[in-house]
């Protein structure tokens, strides 16, 4: 026995060699590390080149000389789309929409997550089929404009931000989450004299950041992205979104940026190769400086909300 527990021991009398230090594991991770760097250079190169050519010439866009380095650097195009008004316009909008879209998702989203948790609740597989059934079938497109042209919702913000309101994805995932939740944390807070409502704002919520965040990255970013609801129910230009003003550049439709820039002395030729670069690059900046604040909460709120205890 002596013998044997001395073969285990290293010759130099430090610690056990662990498994993260056989050969197989390094191995592992050099080549999962290298991995990770290729996806990462492929996810980041379309980023980089639409970059690139948001500060390139027209020239060499169309000539194809631009990949991830600008080629004949030009600011034009940029000074362009900030100096059109209704591009802030519609930026407000946007910002307005998402603000709105997001307050009222999950006000919806949770509280009927919340309900369909509760496992005692009479008519919850009811509930839970009803919302089910609509990932499914839906009226369509011309019975929603129907709907929102006769409740008097044309051309307002609530056209934008109602019939989005609720992801069924998101409220399936929040009523797993909520499920995981212990249960004595309830009673004990009802033994405390804290009603339902109580306890769903006081002890539920605080113990749901991971997964409220995670919604709210969710919903934002559909709302922030989303031209085609706007596009069915909204007519008046100054109530367009950022993506529906982008959608109309990119189609053809808008000329606006071009006309600015014919206004300052330069011809739209020399900007339409790359405007749409431009207005991308400037619709996607409040996504990536407000991610890396929500990233972290990110991976732990879909897997809690998604794995049964």
Same mark, same amino acid.
């Given at each position: 026995?002596?013998? $044997?527990?001395?073969?285990?021991?290293?010759?130099?009398?430090?610690?056990?060699? +662990?498994?993260?230090?056989? %050969?197989g594991?390094?191995?592992?991770?050099?080549?999962?590390?290298?991995?990770?760097?290729?996806?990462?250079?492929?996810?980041?190169?379309?980023?980089?080149?639409?970059?690139?050519?948001?500060?390139?010439?027209?020239?060499? /866009?169309?000539?194809?000389?631009? #990949? *991830?380095?600008?080629?004949?650097?030009?600011? %034009?195009?940029? &000074?362009?789309?900030?100096?059109? +008004? %209704?591009?802030?316009?519609?930026?407000?909008?946007?910002?307005?929409?998402?603000?709105?879209? $997001?307050? @009222?998702?999950? !006000?919806? $989203? $949770?509280?009927?997550?919340?309900?369909?948790?509760?496992?005692?609740?009479?008519? %919850?597989?009811?509930?839970?089929?009803?919302?089910?059934?609509?990932?499914?079938?839906?009226?369509?497109? /011309?019975? #929603?404009?129907?709907?929102i042209s006769?409740? +008097?919702?044309?051309?307002?913000?609530?056209?934008? !931000?109602?019939?989005?309101?609720?992801?069924?994805?998101?409220?399936?995932?929040?009523?797993?989450?909520? &499920?995981?939740?212990?249960? &004595?944390?309830?009673?004990?807070?009802?033994?405390?004299?804290?009603?339902?409502?109580?306890?769903? @704002?006081?002890?539920?919520?605080?113990?749901?950041?991971?997964i409220?965040?995670t919604?709210?990255?969710?919903?934002?970013?559909?709302?922030?992205?989303?031209?085609?609801?706007?596009?069915?129910?909204?007519?008046?230009?100054?109530?367009?979104?950022?993506?529906?003003?982008?959608?109309?550049?990119?189609?053809?439709?808008?000329?606006?940026?071009?006309?600015?820039? *014919?206004?300052?002395?330069?011809?739209?030729?020399?900007?339409?190769?790359? /405007?749409?670069?431009?207005?991308?690059i400037?619709? /996607?900046?409040?996504?990536?400086? @407000?991610y890396?604040?929500?990233?972290?909460?990110?991976?732990?709120?879909?897997?809690?909300?998604?794995?049964?205890?």
């Amino acid at each position: 026995m002596t013998d $044997t527990l001395a073969a285990t021991k290293p010759a130099d009398g430090g610690k056990p060699a +662990g498994p993260h230090d056989s %050969r197989g594991y390094k191995v592992f991770t050099v080549l999962n590390m290298v991995a990770l760097v290729v996806i990462c250079a492929v996810t980041l190169y379309p980023f980089i080149t639409l970059l690139a050519q948001s500060f390139s010439s027209a020239g060499a /866009i169309k000539a194809g000389l631009v #990949n *991830a380095v600008p080629v004949g650097f030009n600011v %034009r195009t940029y &000074e362009a789309v900030l100096q059109d +008004g %209704r591009f802030w316009t519609s930026y407000g909008n946007t910002v307005l929409y998402t603000v709105v879209g $997001t307050t @009222i998702a999950m !006000v919806l $989203t $949770t509280t009927f997550a919340y309900v369909i948790s509760k496992r005692h609740l009479r008519g %919850r597989n009811a509930l839970i089929g009803l919302a089910v059934f609509t990932m499914f079938f839906n009226g369509g497109i /011309i019975p #929603n404009y129907v709907l929102i042209s006769s409740l +008097g919702m044309k051309n307002t913000l609530w056209a934008v !931000v109602l019939p989005p309101a609720l992801s069924v994805f998101n409220l399936l995932v929040m009523k797993s989450f909520f &499920e995981n939740l212990p249960q &004595e944390l309830e009673e004990a807070a009802q033994i405390d004299g804290l009603g339902t409502f109580g306890t769903f @704002i006081r002890i539920v919520l605080p113990l749901s950041k991971a997964i409220l965040a995670t919604m709210v990255l969710f919903y934002a970013v559909a709302y922030w992205n989303d031209w085609f609801t706007a596009f069915l129910y909204l007519d008046k230009s100054d109530l367009f979104p950022l993506s529906l003003f982008l959608r109309n550049l990119i189609a053809g439709a808008s000329t606006t940026a071009s006309e600015s820039a *014919a206004a300052a002395g330069t011809t739209s030729a020399a900007i339409s190769p790359n /405007i749409q670069a431009v207005s991308m690059i400037l619709a /996607i900046i409040p996504i990536l400086f @407000i991610y890396p604040f929500v990233q972290r909460y990110f991976v732990s709120g879909v897997m809690l909300g998604s794995v049964k205890g």
